[in-house]
Nanobody, 114 residues
Framework: QVQFVESGGGLVQPGGSLRLSCAASGSIFSIYAMGWYRQAPGKQRELIAHITRSDTPYYADSVKGRFTISRDNAKNMVYLQMNSLKPEDTAVYYC????????WGRGTQVTVSS
């Protein structure tokens, strides 16, 4: 059964950093690309970064140069290092496959505010 558990969010000042982690269960981890999505209040969920099975990363323009995605295939883990955070990065962050499966975790809240 597919399950995603996100962690690592919190309250951080503009310019700060956070590292998100995602534990993925099930056999899909080794099959699909993995991605980080986020949903800000009043907005649709969007894919902001993903990494292929061969560890090639892709980023949305809004986070390029600030965020780094990585994966540990042996541990079924995906990470998102977020630097130079901005107030517009405030959102609930989720991990899922790319394309996503309809089994979302609870996400982890990231709030960037002074």
């Amino acid at each position: 059964q597919v399950q995603f558990v996100e962690s690592g969010g919190g309250l951080v000042q503009p310019g700060g950093s956070l590292r998100l982690s995602c534990a993925a269960s099930g056999s899909i981890f080794s099959i699909y690309a993995m991605g980080w999505y986020r949903q800000a209040p009043g907005k649709q969920r969007e894919l902001i970064a993903h990494i292929t099975r061969s560890d090639t990363p892709y980023y949305a323009d809004s986070v390029k140069g600030r965020f780094t995605i990585s994966r540990d295939n042996a541990k079924n883990m995906v990470y998102l290092q977020m630097n130079s955070l901005k107030p517009e990065d405030t959102a609930v962050y989720y991990c899922n496959t790319v394309p996503y499966v309809d089994r979302w975790g609870r996400g982890t809240q990231v709030t960037v505010s002074s």
